[in-house]
């Protein structure tokens, strides 16, 4: 096989992945086979290793991983000029590093548990990236399907990483079905166990998720929310040439267009309040002021608006290695948040400061170690640099704990074992929070989106989604979308969602599939590791 159909393979891996994603060609099926072609270099590797070498396979395998990063994420770019870059060579390297561990462990335990291991490292690599201090789980396989709710309704089990152990394994069988064929240039019935295989590992959880889709009805427990999109450009209007109180006075003119007597919530965008706002004397701030008076003219009125807020903090309870921590000019320290702001019915008021931080931005990992990155954390507008956040999530209750809200900010979407806290916590609905126009009229808003779809499903959890530009939308307990707003544009929606009590089995259990396979894959690493040094410790007798 020539070098140039080597690398096409490679750059066909991730161009399949790539046409799979949301918002690029979102033709999710296309996920089940995007590595085949990888899976095919590394059996001819195994085959022949010295015209197929693993240095090259390695190769590929990078290659492929950075099709897939820039095809899907390049977005980043206008935000972040060096953003693809980093997102490109994070998944180059999660690719190469899987596709060495198959083929090392297929050496020593053989083909059935190279497969077995291969599954278990994606899974196991989507949760170590999780939970890493960079962490990046935008491009976890099972996300592919999110604009295909009707296919994924057993994510309330598994979560999305049951979707890529789906994925995986459909393409492992994928795989040695077309090797049987080209084997023998057609299927045989020695090949019919393995299509029957084939087809029923992609039609039975399809037909299953159906099923319950059409199944599916949500107890009837409807909240009136409104919510609002004010179109403020995050970097030339929103932190400089738009006063905080013109911003809420453009929100508010947009939120009386729908709110009346019979409206529960009104849900504004990730940092709608721009003034920096004390927490300890939030009744002063003139946005909040604004806020007040308005609520004040409707009794069943409450609110979530996104917020910028500083707090003093007690020293002696802080860390003082916390690179969040800020000296007082006049003595004392503080910190600053991203943070929703709620306000009830008799105007009290409670904080949730954002828990998950975007790396790079609002967090600057390892400045305990290395202080000098501080100084190198973006500026997007308003608060930047470490920021503090809560270390238990918080749910905003209302009606005498009737309607308990999950206040979910932006980046936190795409975590999926994180969002399950605040279910456990007693929500019942989420707001979803976020600002999404520094990326452009680009991908990156659809895709998380979309992820929002995911967390319906998981929790089975209605969610109206405050953007500050596209997109605007509500989400029900199956993961369909309603009144989803264009991009660039002003727009206040008003809609009834249900909430809901009930528990999910991935709700009570989290990210297990990620846990069990981690577990899993370094007991066969050791197993692996092990037979190499027997086997080398025999060869020298």
Not at 82 to 110: D, E, N
Not at 291 to 315: A, E, R, T, Y
Not at 353 to 360: A, E, M, P, Q, Y
Not at 490 to 505: G, H, S
Request: net charge neutral; proline share 4%; charged share 20%.
């Amino acid at each position: 096989m020539r070098t140039t159909t080597k690398f096409l393979l490679a750059i066909s891996s991730g161009i399949l992945a790539t046409i799979a994603w949301p918002a690029i060609g979102d033709i999710a099926p296309l996920i089940f086979f995007c590595w085949v072609p990888l899976l095919w270099l590394e059996d001819k590797t195994a085959e022949n290793p010295i015209e197929y070498t693993l240095s090259r396979l390695t190769i590929y395998a990078f290659i492929a991983g950075v099709v897939f990063a820039l095809g899907t994420t390049w977005w980043i770019y206008n935000a972040f000029e060096g953003g693809p870059v980093l997102s490109a060579l994070l998944t180059g390297f999660k690719m190469a590093l899987i596709i060495r561990l198959l083929h090392f462990t297929k050496k020593y335990l053989g083909a059935k548990t190279g497969y077995f291991l291969f599954i278990l490292s994606v899974m196991a690599i989507d949760w170590i990236d999780i939970e890493w201090p960079f962490a990046w789980p935008w491009l976890i396989l099972g996300n592919a399907f999110a604009n295909w709710p009707t296919w994924i309704q057993w994510y309330d089990i598994t979560g999305a990483e049951g979707g890529t152990a789906w994925i995986m394994l459909v393409n492992v069988l994928a795989f040695l079905a077309l090797k049987d064929y080209l084997k023998e240039k057609q299927f045989t019935s020695a090949s019919r166990p393995m299509l029957i295989a084939l087809l029923s590992v992609i039609v039975i959880p399809l037909a299953a998720s159906m099923m319950i889709y059409n199944a599916y009805e949500e107890e009837i427990d409807p909240i009136d929310v409104v919510v609002i999109q004010p179109n403020i450009d995050p970097y030339h209007q929103k932190f400089g040439a738009l006063s905080p109180s013109q911003q809420i006075d453009k929100m508010l003119e947009l939120a009386v267009q729908k709110t009346d007597d019979h409206t529960d919530f009104i849900v504004a965008p990730e940092t709608a309040i721009t003034s920096t706002v004390w927490e300890s004397a939030v009744v002063e701030n003139n946005a909040v002021v604004q806020l007040l008076h308005f609520q004040s003219q409707f009794p069943k009125l409450k609110s979530v608006f996104g917020m910028s807020s500083i707090n003093v903090v007690d020293i002696e309870n802080e860390d003082l290695s916390d690179p969040a921590l800020r000296r007082l000019k006049g003595g004392g320290y503080y910190k600053s948040y991203n943070s929703a702001l709620y306000i009830g019915e008799r105007a009290n008021m409670e904080i949730y400061h954002k828990s998950k931080l975007v790396i790079g931005v609002e967090e600057v990992p390892f400045t305990g170690l290395f202080k000098f990155m501080q100084k190198y954390a973006l500026n997007f507008g308003g608060a930047f640099g470490s920021q503090g956040k809560d270390e238990k999530r918080k749910v905003f209750k209302a009606e005498e704990g009737r309607i308990r809200v999950a206040p979910v900010i932006c980046w936190e979407a795409i975590f999926g074992d994180f969002v399950v806290d605040f279910m456990r916590e007693g929500a019942n609905v989420i707001f979803v929070v976020t600002n999404d126009g520094w990326w452009g009229n680009t991908p990156g808003h659809k895709q998380l989106q979309a992820y929002c779809r995911i967390r319906a499903i998981e929790n089975r959890r209605s969610i109206a989604r405050s953007a500050n530009t596209g997109t605007s939308s509500y989400i029900n307990q199956r993961g369909d979308v309603s009144q989803a707003t264009d991009y660039w544009v002003e727009a206040v929606l008003r809609q009834e969602i249900n909430l809901n009590n009930k528990i999910t089995f991935y709700t009570t259990h989290g990210d297990y599939i990620g846990r069990t396979s981690t577990a899993f894959a370094v007991l066969i690493l050791l197993y692996a590791f092990s037979r190499k040094v027997k086997e080398r410790k025999t060869s020298l007798r």
